[in-house]
């Protein structure tokens, strides 16, 4: 089983500021790697697929880099209803895993 | 648009069975996708429990063989859970989502406790 790694747990940022989030794989995932952003009460919601896709609707200011084991979600400059959960998530191989989140919060 | 609706019970009594269903609207069953079931325990992270493809082929999380069933029904355009042996550790709330290369679309999500 591949075990995802996320760092931090979590972020403690102001609106405007830059969200820097890891995810680290336990083995290569190639480009099989997707970010997902989860608010209270909600589902979680594609935001980047492939490594650095980003999904139908998704603003340019998240991003996505990476392959391999080590990948990165960028958010240029967060905005309110940025602050949330993003879990990390690897189809490259069964059983399929997601990282254990980061919270990113209002400082 | 596609969407996705959990139904079932909220309430599921120890060593019971837990049984969903996701109805899906806007595409079909039958198309290139996998129909998979995610859950999440109260405060925690994601878990991938299994998917199934409309031919009926499955995978599933190790860590539940044995216990986990999922199938497909065409003709009604919906894919069910099958979860038995249930204990406390299996309270969450469980997503039914659809899936190609990633997980695209999500149902709202539906809360199963287990409890006496």
């Known amino acids: 089983e591949i075990v995802l790694t996320q760092s931090p747990a979590t972020l403690s940022l102001s609106p405007g500021e830059r969200a820097t989030l890891s995810c680290r794989a336990s083995?290569?995932?190639?480009?099989?790697l997707a970010w997902y952003q989860q608010r209270p009460g909600q589902a979680p919601r594609l935001l980047i697929s492939d490594a650095s896709n980003r999904a139908t609707g998704i603003p340019a200011r998240f991003s996505g880099s990476g392959s391999g084991t080590d990948f990165t979600l960028t958010i240029s400059s967060l905005e309110p209803e940025d602050f949330a959960v993003y879990y990390c998530h690897q189809r490259d191989s069964w059983p399929f895993t997601f990282g254990p989140g980061t919270k990113v919060d209002i400082k | 648009q596609v969407q996705l609706q959990e139904s079932g019970p909220g309430l599921v009594k120890p060593s019971g069975t837990l049984s969903l269903t996701c109805a899906v609207s806007?595409?079909?069953?039958?198309?290139?996708?996998?129909w998979s079931w995610v859950r999440q325990p109260p405060g925690k992270g994601l878990e991938w429990i299994g998917e199934?493809?409309?031919?009926?082929?499955?995978n599933y999380d190790p860590s539940l063989r044995g216990r986990v069933t999922i199938s497909v029904d065409k003709t009604k355009n919906q894919f069910s859970l099958k979860l038995t042996s249930v204990t406390a550790a299996d309270t969450a709330v469980y997503y039914c989502?659809?899936?190609?290369?990633?997980?695209?679309?999500w149902g709202q999500g539906t809360l199963v406790t287990v409890s006496s």
């Open positions: 199934i493809y409309h031919s009926g082929s499955t």
């Open positions: 083995q290569s995932v190639s480009r099989y």
């Open positions: 989502a659809r899936a190609l290369t990633v997980f695209d679309y």
């Open positions: 806007g595409a079909s069953i039958r198309s290139s996708n996998w």
